[in-house]
């Protein structure tokens, strides 16, 4: 199943966290970060996916690692819509950090600086999508639809956040 069709489906279902209020708060901040630094939303959003290909491999390193308690934790405590420096430095090491600003910069045309400077905003952006699936009355308990969408456990190989996003933005018609 498609990941923004996981999000749809934690959105629907009252036992998961997810809401338009949610999405949309994402969404806006997407478009205030595009406004703020010059950027078009769709070149913020491109930025945003790549980064999700990255933040995907961090969180399936946590899974193999330490179990898919860690991932879920990670995404519980740095998602959201405010700068967390603490959210960057849970996936990623400062060498990597460079990497991943370097990486989306070549791709996106963007500033490496500036996109380096915007990793404490855009990494919880993309955990806060991925904490729709969540349990909403204990979130640490497994089973976040969406997170394993993302991480891929069906190794279907379907998965994308640019994609998610295009599609909140039609499904709350904007």
């Known amino acids: 199943m498609r990941l923004f069709e996981q999000i749809i489906n934690a959105i629907d279902n009252p036992n998961q966290q997810g809401s ?3 999405l949309g708060d994402i969404l806006n901040t997407v478009q205030q970060l595009s406004n703020n630094t010059g950027t078009s939303p769709s070149t ?3 930025a945003l996916g790549i980064l999700g290909g990255y933040v995907r491999s ?3 390193e ?3 690692n330490y179990g898919n308690q860690e991932a879920q934790a990670v995404v519980n405590q740095y998602s959201g819509t405010s700068p967390n420096p603490q959210a960057v430095a ?3 090491s400062p060498m ?3 990497q991943v600003a370097e990486a989306i910069a070549q791709r996106t045309g963007m ?3 500036m996109i380096q400077q915007l990793l404490p905003l855009l990494v919880p952006l993309v955990l806060n999508f991925l904490r729709t699936g969540a349990n909403a009355q204990n979130p640490q308990t497994g089973g976040n639809s969406v997170l394993n969408s993302f991480l ?3 190794g279907d190989g379907d998965v994308d956040i640019t994609d998610a996003m295009q599609t909140a933005l039609r499904y709350l018609g904007r």
Do not use: V
């Open 58 to 60: 961090a969180l399936r």
């Open 90 to 92: 849970s996936l990623f």
């Open 96 to 98: 990597m950090q460079q």
């Open 111 to 113: 500033n490496a600086n």
């Open 20 to 22: 338009t209020s949610q």
């Open 62 to 64: 946590k899974q193999a």
């Open 152 to 154: 891929d456990t069906d």
């Open 44 to 46: 913020m959003q491109s």
